[in-house]
């Protein structure tokens, strides 16, 4: 079992990354394992795999639960992918054929009542992924002004009533301090206007909580980061995977892979090509989303968004 966390378009990703026996892949974002095992089935009897988490309680659990059946197969760090150029060759995995990003957060740490991850769960707002970099949701709260705030619920929420909700909070502070999930998740309750024509789908917390993850991680910065290391890691004929949860993501992932097909960067004016730089990627297929029925076992996987493109020689 995952421990909570069912892997997403599992099928897909084991299909589309093609993991052969005695292959190196590394899963960037190895969460409750899941991927990680069916690719390590894959490659059964000999490939190996890096997986990484900046999360060390997800390396914890999955260091018990799959090191039993893989052995010295499976290598795993506490790591931010951020600093996959550095860490994957340290570990014997400076050439691969395979590399997946499965973004966000594990449905183990949103139910993780110590964390803040979820208005649901609740529990002091803290929701960095590692606790020894960056600073917790709480302080942020407590230290931007309302343009600030307002400004961020925008960006990384694309929140409508991000004006109201960032004076609801400033106006909250003056008397208490926001430390929990549960005072935030009502504040914004309580400031977001309730049409009662056009019922929310959402949770009205759910976007601003969102946008405080990731800007707690600098989650896009970190997601390009990722993207530009997994370039030089992978070997002609490597395929690159990414699973993204929202649009900010994956529109970041897109042009990445958009970028990388097309390689040449000069001004379409200039007659000939100065930079020099060659295509590096083909996609593969056309973007994946998960079927109903998937949507249906596992929720959290309604707004999975898979792309996927091959290394090629540059
Ligand atoms: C959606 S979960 C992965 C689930 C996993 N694929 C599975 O099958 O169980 C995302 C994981 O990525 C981790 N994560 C998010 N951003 C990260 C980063 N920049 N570097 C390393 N790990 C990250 C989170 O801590 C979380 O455990």
Redesign the pocket.
């Known amino acids: 079992m995952?421990e909570g966390?069912l892997?997403?378009l599992?099928e897909e990703v084991v299909e589309i990354l093609r993991p052969a026996p005695g292959s190196l892949q590394i899963?960037?974002?190895?969460?409750?394992?899941?991927?990680?095992e069916r690719i390590l089935e894959a490659t059964d009897p000999d490939g190996r795999l890096l997986g990484?988490?900046?999360?060390g309680a997800?390396i914890a659990r999955v260091d018990r639960r799959l090191r039993p059946r893989f052995g010295d197969r499976l290598v795993l760090r506490q790591?931010?992918?951020?600093d996959l150029a550095d860490v994957a060759p340290a570990a014997g995995f400076g050439a691969v054929d395979g590399l997946?990003f499965?973004?966000?957060?594990?449905s183990t740490?949103l139910a993780d009542r110590t964390r803040g991850f979820g208005f649901r769960a609740g529990g002091p707002l803290d929701m960095r992924?590692d606790a020894r970099r960056g600073v917790p949701a709480a302080e942020l709260i407590a230290s931007l002004d309302a343009a600030e705030l307002a400004a961020l619920f925008r960006r990384y929420g694309e929140e409508p009533n991000a004006g109201r909700i960032a004076r609801a909070i400033v106006d909250a502070r003056r008397t208490t301090q926001i430390e929990t999930a549960e005072q935030l998740a009502s504040i914004v309750e309580r400031a977001v206007p309730v049409n009662p024509r056009a019922r929310r789908r959402i949770h009205p917390a759910t976007r601003v909580f969102q946008a405080l993850r990731i800007a707690v991680?600098e989650?896009l910065d970190?997601?390009q980061a990722?993207l530009a290391a997994a370039m030089n890691l992978l070997r002609p004929g490597g395929r690159l995977v990414v699973?993204s949860y929202h649009s900010l993501e994956d529109r970041i992932v897109k042009r990445f892979i958009a970028a990388e097909r097309k390689g040449c960067t000069c001004p379409p004016e200039l007659p000939v090509c100065v930079c020099g730089r060659n295509p590096r990627l083909r996609p593969v297929g056309k973007p994946v989303t998960p079927k109903p029925e998937e949507i249906a076992a596992n929720p959290r996987s309604r707004s999975a968004r898979l792309r996927a493109a091959e290394r090629i020689a540059a």
């Open positions: 995952e966390h892997p997403v599992a899963d960037a974002t190895v969460g409750g394992g899941g991927h990680t990484l988490d900046a999360d997800a790591a931010n992918f951020r997946l499965d973004l966000g957060l594990s740490q992924f991680n989650e970190a997601l990722g699973l």
